[in-house]
């Protein structure tokens, strides 16, 4: 936690750095006024989780996200991908700032609502302001039939909510960073020895290569674990390729969900142990 944290105080103290990079883009006609930094990050995930990106008013999202099984499961399973999940989702911008959106998941059939709001942008000219910010909530309701019939949960016993800030800053035109921290509740847990109300914080990154294509990573370090089974912190490695229309992602994770309570509170396996699911996201805007 202490490394992390360190992390965290060393880049955002890259502040003045980042701005002198972006800065030398402007000309000086361009820095007597005030500008938005658009465009750090390319699509509204970075990997698993979101960024802090919005969509433009009046834009529809179309997202599908795929996780197959784990890499390590030997040339049976034809390493992993005989097994899959799938995600699918709508989100639409209402303003430049504001979206809403639904999705359904086929790990644990959890459907899920959630909305972002985009409450500071970072801006560049006479009067600058260091980083964007948003919020993000969603709610999701897990419907699996994984109990016995005579002990049917309710309907918010089945409800998880999770709440979280993106702080993000596009240090250079090659180079943005987020922290996320992230409360997550569930209404109800395996056992009384779990805590219903999780703490966690996100890293995530994005390095520009080309044109089209950056090299992300993400991870989520969970502050109060569950007890009473083995969590792992969430790592994921991925490639954005932007073909016009939409974002391709490949992604490389030891997450199988791809929803914020189950990736951030429930994932199981070690990345480093090759728990590893590959997968990709794949989104169109109409």
């Given at each position: ?99 809403v959106a639904v999705g359904r998941s086929s790990f644990e059939k959890t459907y899920d609502a959630y909305v972002k709001y ?169």
């Amino acid at each position: 936690m202490k490394k992390i944290l360190f992390f965290s105080v060393m880049i955002l103290n890259l502040t003045c750095f980042g701005q002198e990079d972006l800065e030398s883009i402007l000309n000086d006609e361009t820095q007597e006024s005030n500008i938005k930094v658009s465009a750090t990050f390319k699509g509204t995930r970075i990997l698993n989780g979101h960024s802090v990106e919005t969509r433009k008013k009046s834009n529809l999202e179309f997202l599908i996200s795929h996780r197959f099984g784990r890499i390590n499961s030997g040339v049976d399973e034809l390493f992993g991908l005989d097994d899959s999940n799938i995600r699918f989702g709508f989100e639409y911008a209402l303003t430049d700032e504001l979206s809403v959106a639904v999705g359904r998941s086929s790990f644990e059939k959890t459907y899920d609502a959630y909305v972002k709001y985009k409450l500071i942008n970072q801006k560049i000219g006479k009067k600058p302001f260091p980083f964007s910010l948003a919020y993000f909530g969603s709610a999701t309701e897990k419907t699996i039939k994984d109990y016995d019939p005579g002990d049917k949960p309710t309907f918010a016993n089945r409800l998880t909510y999770t709440n979280q800030l993106l702080i993000a800053k596009k240090f250079s035109p090659n180079f943005s960073f987020q922290i996320t921290p992230t409360y997550i509740h569930f209404n109800t847990v395996r056992t009384t020895e779990d805590d219903n109300n999780i703490y966690a914080i996100g890293l995530g990154s994005r390095m520009k290569l080309s044109k089209r294509i950056s090299l992300n990573a993400e991870y989520f370090y969970d502050i109060n674990p569950f007890k009473s089974h083995d969590v792992e912190n969430s790592l994921a490695l991925g490639i954005d390729i932007e073909t016009g229309g939409h974002i391709f992602q490949l992604i490389f994770s030891n997450s199988r969900s791809m929803i914020e309570k189950g990736f951030i509170a429930e994932t199981t396996g070690n990345f480093f142990k090759g728990d590893i699911h590959f997968g990709f996201n794949i989104s169109r805007a109409f």
